[in-house]
Nanobody, 123 residues
Framework: QVQLVESGGGLVQAGGSLRLSCEAS????????MAWFRQAPGKEREFVGF????????YYADSVKGRFIISRDNAKNAVYLQMNSLKLEDTAVYYC????????????????WGQGTQVTVSS
């Protein structure tokens, strides 16, 4: 059973930066991809980006492309989300997820989820 724990959320001013972390525990951890999703109040959970676990290939939603960077540390079973130039509309609960298939950005493409961490961007 894989457990994912996010951390690093908080309150930040618009234009600022924040770095989220997600650490995995459990039996041998070898997903194909790790992703970040977010859910704003009153909205559906949406895809933010993913990174392939072996090759480090990244893919981002258009809304965050050029501002957010996903990285990973295989030795620590950790994935990170560096968020720069934050906007008010980035306010959401951010979730990390692990997936065992090679493609797809739907929630159903990822089998394990963390509990989420709140990010609030203020003006």
């Amino acid at each position: 059973q894989v457990q994912l724990v996010e951390s690093g959320g908080g309150l930040v001013q618009a234009g600022g930066s924040l770095r989220l972390s997600c650490e995995a525990s459990g039996r041998t951890f070898s997903p194909r991809r790790m992703a970040w999703f977010r859910q704003a109040p009153g909205k559906e959970r949406e895809f933010v980006g993913f990174i392939s676990w072996s090759g480090g290939v990244t893919y981002y939603a258009d809304s965050v492309k050029g501002r957010f960077i996903i990285s990973r540390d295989n030795a620590k079973n950790a994935v990170y989300l560096q968020m720069n130039s934050l906007k008010l509309e980035d306010t959401a609960v951010y979730y990390c997820a692990a997936g065992w298939i090679v493609s797809g950005t739907r929630q159903s493409d990822f089998g394990s989820w963390g509990q989420g961490t709140q990010v609030t961007v203020s003006s």
